[in-house]
């Protein structure tokens, strides 16, 4: 199957600082892809859908200016935490749509990153 | 907006058991897909099974099936022979069929964690 590749998988920040998770697809061309945030125990929240070349579409209630987010090629997105506090510490999702000759409705996740602000 | 519902927050069952997982969702539309993923402690989210809702045809991976009742929007997931390496948070997902930007996120349930009794 496809795969993505989520990096860092654990990252501790401090307080006031900005941390970038990046999002790649490695054998495929993602021309979506998705930010989740998953808090212990409980479900995915969708963030965010980046999309190649256009802005990012946040959630209600996303801040956009916290959650930055870059789709600048069709293998790549990036979500930049910036201004980290520790009420942002939690594990993030990123995970891409397939683009290729045969059409797939799955969605392929990275492994994720562990965001720590302390 | 589409709901996905998961009622049973948490399930056991003794190895070599069969389980079922129930997920109910809400929709308007017609067309769409339906997920089942695994997310076990490394958190990785694995696909286990899926089903387009055109199909009448339940589907079927191996040792997991569901129970795909399209006009209850019921669809349940059935693990036959546990095995202790299906401990995980099982996740029921909704996904639009639709071509419109930003239809094509996933719509998760709360999740069930499954416990494998030996």
């Known amino acids: 199957g496809a795969v993505v590749s989520q990096h860092p998988s654990r990252v501790i920040c401090k307080s006031g600082t900005s941390v970038k998770i990046e999002c790649r697809s490695l054998d495929f061309q993602a021309t979506t892809m998705f930010w989740y945030r998953q808090f212990p125990k409980q479900s995915l929240m969708l963030m965010a859908t980046s999309n190649e070349g256009s802005k990012a579409t946040y959630e209600q209630g996303v801040e956009k200016d916290k959650f930055l987010i870059n789709h600048a090629s069709l293998t790549l997105s990036t979500l930049t935490v910036t201004s980290a506090h520790p009420e942002d510490s939690s594990f993030y999702i990123c995970?891409?749509?397939?683009?290729?000759?045969?059409?797939?409705?799955?969605?392929?996740f990275g492994q994720g990153t562990r965001l720590t602000v302390v | 907006a589409q709901t996905v519902t998961q009622s049973q927050p948490e399930m056991s069952v003794q190895e070599a058991e069969t389980v079922t997982l129930s997920c109910t969702y809400d929709t308007s539309e017609s067309d769409y897909y339906l997920f089942w993923y695994k997310q076990p402690p490394s958190r990785q989210m694995i696909l286990v099974i899926r089903q387009e809702a055109y199909k009448q045809q339940n589907a079927t991976e191996n040792r997991f099936s569901v129970n795909f009742q399209k006009a209850a929007k019921s669809f349940s997931l059935k693990i036959s022979d546990s095995q202790l390496g299906d401990a995980a948070m099982y996740f029921c997902a909704y996904r639009s069929a639709s071509w419109v930007q930003g239809a094509q996120k996933l719509v998760f349930g709360q999740g069930t964690r499954l416990t494998i009794n030996p």
């Open positions: 995970s891409a749509r397939y683009r290729g000759p045969s059409f797939n409705p799955e969605a392929f």
